[in-house]
């Protein structure tokens, strides 16, 4: 999501540095601040070097696909979810909106028990974000946010410009830092990590540090989603491949600095924000307040950003038909509103379950990255369909269409393999949501007299709601735990 939120106003036409600039800003938020644990738990350098290549190569080939559907087909300007409808049908467009709305709603509660958890290392009575107080405050700040949206998005871009400043500077300080200050003997005994404890074998490391590799990469569609206030609409995949080259590199030089310094079995114990810590190994006292601010900072414009992509998913496809009609409507600053009190309602239900969940930070995290992947796997599974049919690739040489078509190829492949990581438990949740969500789909087409399955989405409706059935009963039973 973008530092420049006036994009939400349809006048504006935004230049290639600015669509990078909502590709860069929409990655770059808290994610950032927890790789060292999450890495450090998981797996050694070694690992690590093959998590990121692995992660860089699968979004790589997912940020191709965005650039590649904004060229095939410049006509779809609505985001994610478009691609899903315009390739498999309307309920399975439906269901990718609801699954990408649902992503940025577990994110946005992220971010919420990520910076109370950073003041929690100031007043114990914060403790990790999952305590009365971490929930009472994270929830005043939900909708101090919301009114702030709700006036205009102008008011909101003023302050995602100095926070876009804020975000990057302090992530830089800490990896030169920290390269300033490499241990050689820590880094070595780090390379593989073997001799701290069995991390399991280096396949088991690698699969254990998708979901976070995966986290921290959601917003590489950021571009798509406000593709149609584009000046250029080449400029959309540019802005992807240049915003997610940016990203992956910050991101894998923070691992590496974190393993240059502190041995593993540290870093995996290093409290959340992790960075924070690492820091203040390094420098001193003073680092743990400068990274501290810096992940409230940048928690701050990331939620805004987030807010703003929110209830732009409600709101696109609702004015498309795709959703009740009651969630297009507009306040007089030109806000979608009903979108965005949906919105708000939705983070501060799951705040409110935070009481309720063990490990809150992590569990929201996984969520968050477990309902993006149906919207990214969809979007992949369109761009190979127009491949291997060749639609919309008349007069385009064959060269062309193969090599857009093995990208796709590899980005259905990627997030495929991205649900099997995620492991059941996140798969049964997503149809935990995705099932009594239909309801929605229902009086949408109920309001316009449509049609309401087809055959195959009557087929995909059932798979849904027995998957919700087993979730449901396995949250009542116990066998599923938050």
Do not use: C
Not at 19 to 37: D, Q, R, Y
Not at 332 to 355: D, E
Not at 409 to 431: E, H, P, Q, R, S
């Amino acid at each position: 999501m973008s530092t420049e939120v006036e994009t939400a106003t349809p006048a504006a036409k935004l230049s290639l540095p600015t669509l990078t600039a909502m590709v860069v800003g929409g990655m770059v938020g808290a994610g950032v601040f927890s790789l060292p644990a999450r890495f450090g738990v998981a797996t050694g350098i070694l690992g690590s070097l093959i998590a990121w290549a692995v992660a860089g190569a699968g979004m790589l080939m997912l940020a191709f696909v965005f650039q590649n559907l904004a060229i095939r087909r410049p006509d779809l300007d609505s985001g994610v979810f478009i691609y899903a409808k315009a390739g498999f049908g309307d309920y399975a467009g439906f269901n990718s909106a609801i699954g990408f709305w649902a992503s940025t709603v577990a994110g946005n509660t992220f971010y919420w028990v990520f910076m109370t958890a950073t003041v929690g290392a100031f007043f114990e009575s914060f403790g990790d974000g999952d305590t009365f107080l971490a929930v009472a405050v994270g929830s005043v700040g939900v909708w101090i946010f919301h009114a702030m949206v709700a006036r205009g998005v102008r008011d909101a871009a003023v302050i995602n410009r100095i926070v876009t400043v804020f975000k990057v500077i302090p992530i830089l300080v800490f990896i030169v830092v920290l390269f300033v200050n490499f241990d050689a003997g820590v880094f070595s005994d780090n390379w593989t990590a073997y001799g701290y404890g069995d991390l399991g074998d280096l396949n088991e490391q690698i699969r254990n540090t998708m979901l976070i590799t995966t986290f921290v990469f959601i917003g590489i569609e950021g571009a798509s989603v406000y593709s149609r206030y584009a000046r250029r609409r080449e400029d959309v995949g540019r802005a992807t491949v240049m915003g997610f080259l940016s990203v992956l590199s910050i991101f894998a030089l923070v691992t590496l600095s974190s393993y240059s310094v502190v041995p593993q079995p540290e870093l995996a114990e290093t409290r959340q924000p992790s960075m924070v810590g690492v820091f203040e190994s390094v420098v001193g006292d003073w680092g743990e307040v400068f990274i501290s601010v810096a992940v409230i900072v940048s928690v701050l414009g990331a939620y805004l950003a987030w807010t703003l992509m929110a209830a732009e998913v409600m709101y696109i496809p609702a004015r498309q038909d795709d959703f009740p009609e009651f969630l297009g409507q507009e306040n007089a600053a030109g806000t979608p509103i009903t979108a965005l009190v949906v919105t708000s309602l939705a983070v501060q239900g799951l705040l409110a379950l935070t009481l309720f969940v063990n490990d809150a930070l992590n569990f929201m995290l996984d969520l968050s990255t477990s309902l993006a992947l149906l919207p990214y796997l969809l979007a992949a599974a369109y761009a190979l369909k127009l491949g291997l049919t060749g639609e919309t690739y008349e007069g385009v040489a064959g060269r062309i269409r193969r090599k857009e078509t093995i990208f796709a190829g590899a980005a259905t492949a990627y997030t495929i393999f991205l649900f099997d990581a995620a492991g059941m438990k996140f798969v049964l949740l997503m149809t935990v949501l995705l099932a009594p969500a239909s309801l929605l789909y229902i009086k949408a087409r109920s309001e316009n007299d449509r049609r309401l399955f087809t055959p195959a989405e009557a087929a995909l409706f059932a798979l849904i709601v027995a998957g919700g059935v087993v979730g449901a009963v396995g949250l009542w039973t116990g066998r599923i735990t938050l």
